[in-house]
């Protein structure tokens, strides 16, 4: 069975740090690109970073660059978003998912077209 598992999430205070997991089964996570998503309530899903399949070429959007990290450990089939320095306007419900390219993250309307996601872990950040 296909799909991605993540963990992780909970309660973190401004200016902390969390570390989200995307763990596969089913499939070498090494022949994807993983990108990461997030959803705030009352608001769209939008891209957030993602990860070539290589592990080579990151991607992270404006509002998280230089506060978010991405790494895989192909061996453990796991991809990891590391947030550091978070801010009230991160929480959200964070989602993995497996793409080809990051091309659900980069291009506009191109997240219609990913099929295999995880299941989400919400991040609270709340002093």
């Known amino acids: 069975q296909v799909q991605l598992v993540e963990s992780g999430g909970g309660f973190v205070r401004p200016g902390g740090s969390m570390r989200l997991s995307c763990t596969a089964s089913?499939?070498?996570?090494?022949?994807?690109?993983i990108g990461w998503f997030r959803q705030a309530p009352g608001k769209e899903r939008e891209g957030v970073a993602c990860i070539s399949d290589s592990g080579g070429s990151t991607y992270f959007v404006d509002s998280v660059k230089g506060r978010f990290t991405l790494s895989r450990d192909n061996a453990e089939n796991t991809v990891y978003l590391e947030m550091n320095n978070v801010k009230p306007e991160d929480t959200a419900v964070y989602y993995c998912?497996?793409?080809?390219?990051?091309?659900?993250?980069?291009?506009?309307?191109?997240?219609?077209?990913?099929?295999?996601w995880g299941q989400g872990a919400l991040v609270n950040v709340s002093s």
């Open positions: 998912a497996r793409d080809l390219s990051c091309a659900g993250v980069v291009v506009a309307g191109a997240i219609k077209y990913l099929e295999v």
């Open positions: 089913g499939f070498f996570i090494d022949n994807y690109a």
